[in-house]
Nanobody, 124 residues
């Protein structure tokens, strides 16, 4: 059974930090590219960050570059994906989703598997 389970969301003041995690199991996710997307109320889901299967390549949306860091831990049966978010802004408020794709760490929301999302709220 494929599972991508996000955690770490919450309420934080502007300028603060949060660390999101995603536990992915049920496939050989260690060979999958993975990414984070977010969706704010009334807006389309947008790309945040992505990482290659090895962790050797990372990609960021311009809006988060320099503030967010994506990383992964390819454990044996479960892959852990992280998103360290610093200097948070009210416009970062959204539901954050982790995703996995068998082929490429792209910026389009065409990944194979998705988590249920975790809410991040940044107060001003």
């Amino acid at each position: 059974q494929v599972q991508l389970v996000e955690s770490g969301g919450g309420l934080v003041q502007a300028g603060g930090s949060l660390r999101l995690s995603c536990a992915a199991s049920g496939r050989t996710f260690s060979s999958y590219a993975m990414g984070w997307f977010r969706q704010a109320p009334g807006k389309e889901r947008e790309f945040v960050a992505a990482i290659s299967w090895s962790g050797g390549s990372t990609y960021y949306a311009d809006s988060v570059k320099g503030r967010f860091t994506i990383s992964r831990d390819n454990a044996k049966n479960t892959v852990y994906l992280h998103l360290q978010m610093n200097s948070l802004k009210p416009e970062d408020t959204a539901v954050y989703y982790c995703a996995a794709d068998e082929t490429v760490a792209g910026t389009r929301d065409e990944y194979d598997y998705w988590g249920q999302g975790t809410q991040v709220t940044v107060s001003s």
